[in-house]
């Protein structure tokens, strides 16, 4: 049975995998070397030199491939790092048109870092697809697109995006950290480029830094693997095995992030003291059918708005949690809340900021694989705690 035929729960755990060579160590061993020694020059067994490929990081490239349904992988430093690879296929003059709702750290990265270099990016509203079309010139070159979008949980229909993609000869590109491959994989639905700030839910267990790219032609891998050795953000072997170790679980723990987040969404809503609940499983959710037609599950991140909420009220509720750690990140075993308008999204100005959402008084939850119970007693006190 060919390993491209397994099915996902499956992928996770064998997908582009097989005991090492050496001695038939279940786990890739972590090759921790920056060379490998040649018989006579250019008589090497496949690897040279760890920027150019290691062997522990090509175990954990061709997983994240499987798990992807793609057939190249290829791991970065950083999902940032991942992006600017991205990025760096682009010349001076050329387009993007960006979802505006995106990662702080992406904006911060294509307005303050490649418009330097003359890319020049659009920032849209993507949740109406018909929007991008007035956008799109000669010059475009790609779509990037961020789907549950963050803070705000906005769908973006991947399939119609990719379409007009299609039509105009642009990449489509899909940051899917939010989702994962547990819950969509965009090159099935027409995406050219699939990435994931790796340290979020791949990782799982809030221990790594990583990113990482998927792609199905040669041709697009063959120039991002050129960028990845030339540019040099590549992961190291320690960290490409923790990455490996979590996509090993990632399917059990997507579940039990759905489950505790589809209780967790409900419990908010259900709440006097919240005023707004932003989760893609609610009916009344304006992109609810996109996301039940292009996932298999909501996921485990909700934003809320605390009722009357001013920027010192979502600030005492954050800071009475216990079981919640207030921190930056996402996607690991343990529950975090987070306040995008000081933390990851103070990146973005204030007035942009507010154009897609982000009040002061918004927090943003990453629901981990804690007992909900314990996770709804906590948000229960804390919310209690406003008067
Ligand atoms: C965290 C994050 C990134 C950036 O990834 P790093 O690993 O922190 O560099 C990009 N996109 C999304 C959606 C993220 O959550």
């Not at 018989?39 to 150019?52: C, I, K, L, M």
């Not at 075993?333 to 982000?358: F, Q």
Request: with cysteine; charged share 20%; hydrophobic share 40%.
């Amino acid at each position: 049975m060919s390993k491209k035929q397994l099915k996902f729960n499956t992928k996770t755990i064998h997908g582009g995998q097989q005991p090492d060579k050496a001695y038939g160590a279940v786990m890739p061993p972590i090759y921790q070397t920056s060379t490998f020694a040649q018989s006579t020059p250019g008589g090497h067994r496949g690897f040279e030199y760890s920027r150019s490929a290691n062997p522990t990081r090509t175990a954990l490239e061709n997983s994240l491939a499987s798990i992807e349904n793609g057939a190249y992988g290829l791991a970065f430093a950083s999902g940032l790092a991942a992006i600017d690879a991205v990025l760096k296929l682009l010349k001076p003059g050329d387009e993007v048109i960006s979802t505006n709702d995106l990662y702080g750290g992406s904006y911060r990265l294509f307005k303050k870092v490649f418009e330097n270099y003359g890319i020049v990016f659009h920032f849209v509203g993507m949740t109406d697809p018909s929007s991008i079309t007035s956008f799109i010139n000669d010059k475009t070159k790609i779509i990037w697109v961020e789907t549950p979008t963050n803070p705000m949980m906005n769908i973006i229909d991947i399939k119609s995006v990719s379409e007009l993609a299609k039509k105009n000869r642009v990449w489509l590109a899909v940051d899917n950290t939010f989702a994962t491959p547990y819950l969509q994989n965009p090159l099935d639905l027409g995406a050219d480029i699939v990435m994931h700030s790796a340290t979020k839910y791949l990782g799982g267990h809030s221990d790594v830094v990583a990113g990482a790219i998927v792609v199905n032609k040669k041709e697009l891998a063959d120039q991002l693997y050129f960028i990845q050795n030339a540019s040099g953000a590549i992961l190291g072997p320690m960290d490409s095995f923790l990455v490996l170790r979590g996509i090993k679980t990632l399917h059990v723990r997507m579940q039990r992030h759905c489950e505790n987040g589809a209780e967790i969404a409900k419990f908010l809503k259900d709440h006097d003291k919240v005023e707004k609940v932003y989760w893609p499983g609610f009916s009344e959710h304006p992109n609810h059918n996109v996301a039940r037609n292009q996932m298999r599950g909501f996921g485990g991140m909700i934003s809320f708005i605390p009722k009357g909420g001013t920027y010192k009220d979502a600030l005492k509720i954050i800071e009475n949690l216990k079981v919640f750690t207030l921190a930056e990140s996402l996607g690991g075993v343990e529950s975090l809340a987070g306040h995008p308008a000081s933390m990851t999204h103070a990146s973005i100005p204030k007035e942009e900021r507010e154009k897609s959402g982000i009040v002061d008084a918004f927090i943003r939850l990453s629901v981990g694989i804690e007992d909900a119970e314990d996770l709804k007693n906590d948000l229960d006190q804390a919310l209690n705690g406003l008067d």
